[in-house]
């Protein structure tokens, strides 16, 4: 299974910004996908996650700015930023909760990360 982002770079304070990402391969069934970050310094935090059943949740310090949606395709989904600050720059994660059509586990998959950088 590969999982990668695309749509980081530098955006002004207040500005939107839009994050994808698409998982790929021996995909039986994708049960959730998230977008967390990783700050220089600071731990990874999880910052949205939205279920099959389309279920989401985010962190408090995104709340209100930041939506994560699914695509038409649900091995995708997007990270709508607006509203950005330059506390949200960061290494941004994707990940997918996935059933593994060739094995029938569960896993949880990774992609490279997508930096996002807020500065004037």
């Known amino acids: 299974v590969q999982v990668v982002e695309s749509g980081g770079g530098l955006v002004q304070p207040g500005g939107p910004l839009r994050l994808s990402c698409a998982a790929s391969g021996s995909i039986f069934r994708i049960n959730a996908m998230g977008w967390s970050r990783q700050a220089p310094g600071k731990q990874r935090e999880l910052v949205a996650r939205i279920t099959d059943g389309g279920t989401t949740n985010y962190a408090d310090s995104v709340k209100g700015r930041f939506t994560i949606s699914r695509g038409n395709t649900k091995n995708t989904v997007y990270l709508q930023m607006n509203s950005v600050k330059a506390e949200d720059t960061a290494d941004y994660y994707c990940?997918?909760?996935?059933?593994?059509?060739?094995?029938?586990?569960?896993?949880?998959?990774w992609g490279k990360g997508t930096l996002v950088t807020v500065s004037s």
């Open positions: 990940s997918a909760e996935v059933i593994d059509s060739a094995t029938s586990r569960g896993g949880i998959y």
